[in-house]
């Protein structure tokens, strides 16, 4: 009994985990710079500046049944989903955001050792959740242009054994951080691979090119991610839904939480798609001033963004460390996020915000630009 420690049936995948580092909550960031929120230019997580359509606020106020458990089938939600992706509601799950689905994923198709296909860079939840439940990422590099490299994945899997054979294939259209679109037929080419394809399109509305949602009409190996986080502006409430083949659905009845999307979701989830019109002006207004920011950008002597289809732009940062400029930003007030990694080597990403935020953005680089020289 003595020498028992409960540490010891933790499974050995788990334990040798490391830490991921949390992001600060943005109240405490500003206690920190002594900013007050409400002047701090928050670019750094692809949120939706304008928030939601004012339609989630009514509804959630008048709602009367918080006290009653939600709808584990989601039937009005998934009607509703379903008239919005244009897909049959019998092909669609909402989830606590599009990470649940991703777990979920994981859990139903992976164990300790299988194999997954990741395209880095990229999201870095799917590495995540790979690694949670102990499986292999087998990791096939962007190309320069961040293009998805389908003739390296084609080999990748050729080239596996029976017993190393990946599973799942997880491509992000557009892709986050670099807002690249894979094109029609590369998908093509993918999806006649013997492997679950999970299409990540957290970022799609912002895209100049339709969702892909209905081609799992007609592809067995297909599963698209779609969220209320960045286009519709709930990312605090949680809500993604992931678009299935039948037979993966019937899986996921049995597998979910029963109450996995909670009420308050439920409600602004509806509320929302109850407005598409009014979601998609505020698409339209961030796209137009992603292509202002853009534009601003291309003047800023030390950075070389990358054209985006999503709601950020991707920069390198030439001549000048890419965390001491995002250091200096946080400084003044202006929050973006950094990479110093392989593939993303000196780089900050920008998320679109409102025009004065732009402003406020430009005017901080151009002085620093100065300052710096
Ligand atoms: C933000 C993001 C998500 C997360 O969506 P949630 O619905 O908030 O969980 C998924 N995929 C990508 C690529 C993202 O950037």
């Known amino acids: 009994m003595s020498d028992f420690h409960p540490q010891q049936y933790l499974r050995p995948h788990i334990r040798e985990m490391e830490e991921y580092t949390p992001i600060q909550p943005f109240e405490v960031l500003s206690k920190r710079l002594g900013i007050p929120a409400a002047r701090i230019v928050k670019l750094d997580a692809n949120e939706n500046p304008y ?42 799950l ?12 994981c859990r139903l198709f992976l164990g300790p050792g299988d194999r997954v296909i990741n395209c880095p860079p990229t999201f870095g939840m799917y590495s995540f959740d790979a690694g949670l439940v102990g499986a292999q990422v087998v990791e096939v590099w962007r190309r320069h242009d961040h293009s998805v490299d ?53 970022y799609v509305e912002f895209a100049d090119h339709p969702s892909r949602a209905p081609w799992v009409l007609e592809h067995e190996n297909l599963v698209v991610l779609r ?25 996921l009845w049995k597998f979910k939480q029963p ?22 002006e505020v698409v339209g207004r961030l796209k137009a001033e992603r292509e202002r920011l853009l534009a601003g950008l291309q003047q800023v002597p030390y950075l070389r963004p990358y054209p985006s289809q999503a709601n950020f732009i991707l920069c ?19 929050l973006v996020r950094h990479y110093n990694k392989p593939g993303l080597a000196n780089c900050i990403r920008i998320s679109v915000g409102r025009p004065d935020q732009t402003d406020r953005l430009l005017e901080e680089l151009h002085s620093l630009a100065l300052e710096t020289r």
Request: contains cysteine.
């Open 150 to 202: 389908v003739d390296g994945i084609e080999r990748a899997v050729q080239e596996a054994q029976a017993d190393t054979f990946p599973r799942l294939l997880f491509l992000t259209s557009p892709n986050n951080p670099s807002g690249t679109w894979l094109p029609d037929e590369d998908l093509r080419r993918l999806l006649a691979l013997p492997l679950l394809v999970v299409l990540d399109e957290a």
């Open 51 to 92: 928030g939601p359509v004012p339609g989630v606020a009514e509804a959630l106020a008048e709602y009367p049944f918080y006290h009653i458990y939600p709808d584990p089938q989601q039937e009005e939600l998934r009607a509703a989903l379903s008239r919005f992706v244009g897909v049959p509601a019998e092909h669609i």
């Open 94 to 105: 909402p989830t606590h955001g599009a990470d649940e689905m991703l777990d979920y994923l």
């Open 259 to 280: 109450y996995n999307v909670n009420v308050a979701a439920t409600v602004a989830g509806l509320a929302s798609l109850r407005h598409v019109d009014q979601i998609l």
């Open 227 to 251: 969220t209320f986080s960045k286009a519709a502006g709930i990312a605090g409430l949680r809500l993604g839904y992931g678009i299935c083949p039948a037979w993966l659905m019937a899986q």
């Open 316 to 334: 390198d940062v030439v001549g000048l460390d890419a965390l001491a400029l995002k250091q200096a930003l946080e400084q003044r007030g202006v």
